[in-house]
């Protein structure tokens, strides 16, 4: 059975600080690894990664993945309060033809100002 | 640029009652999803859709069926609803199903 796991399940910081929120995964057939940010409504996607070693950065928010220890990192950098969301680290796997998004159970990140 | 569309937006349902979620996409995607999300659960697949004519279970399917109507439309039934399945779902579809997701706004759902 297919396996992610977000880790910390909450997090609450300062406008200001740096956060890191970590994503290991268990699966067969890895295709890439997707990383969201929900808000009230649906997810908004921020980053597909592929590839290990290489870093996606998108203003203050960067990630890596590293597919030999088999999990990815996203950092967001002087946080503010719009920050404040759950982000979620999916899967995309393969069975045959068929492609599969397994979800961890995301991380609640609340920023004070 | 509609995107993914469900409706209804919310629905509170009586234990044994039946309802059915619509989703429709206009951006001629192939693949096809519908999630529910609980609070500390993420979102867990139902069903997908993987082409127009195909359907699959994926890790909850209990409880649901489904119908992909054509290539734009993929219904998620509940026959019996039951406590248990309140939840928000989420239909989503992608062109290849390795990239670019793209959600629905969401339903939720009430069964009381």
């Known amino acids: 059975e297919d396996k992610v796991v977000q880790s910390p399940l909450s997090l609450v910081v300062h406008e200001g600080d740096t956060v890191t929120l970590n994503c290991s995964y268990e699966v067969t057939n890895f295709r890439s690894l997707l990383w969201y940010k929900q808000e009230k409504k649906a997810p908004t996607f921020l980053f597909m990664l592929t590839s290990s070693g290489i870093e996606k950065k998108s203003g203050r928010l960067s990630s890596i993945l590293d597919k030999k220890e088999l999990f990815s990192i996203l950092n967001i950098t002087a946080t503010q309060t719009g920050d404040s969301a759950i982000y979620l680290c999916a899967v995309v796997t393969s069975s045959g033809s068929a492609r599969q998004l397994t979800f961890g159970s995301g991380t609640q990140l609340t920023v004070l100002p | 640029n509609a995107g993914v569309t469900q409706t209804p937006k919310f629905q509170v349902l009586k234990t044994g009652q039946s309802m059915t979620l619509q989703c429709a996409q206009d951006m001629n995607h192939n693949s096809m999803y519908w999630y529910r999300q609980d609070p500390g659960m993420g979102l867990r697949l139902i069903y997908y859709s993987a082409s127009e004519g195909t359907t699959d279970k994926g890790e909850v399917p209990n409880g649901y069926n489904v119908s992909r109507l054509n290539k734009r439309e993929f219904s998620l039934r509940l026959e019996s609803a039951a406590p248990s399945q309140t939840s928000v779902y989420f239909c989503?579809?992608?062109?290849?199903?390795?990239?670019?997701?793209?959600f629905g706004s969401g339903t939720r759902l009430t069964v009381v």
């Open positions: 989503a579809s992608s062109l290849t199903g390795t990239r670019g997701y793209t």
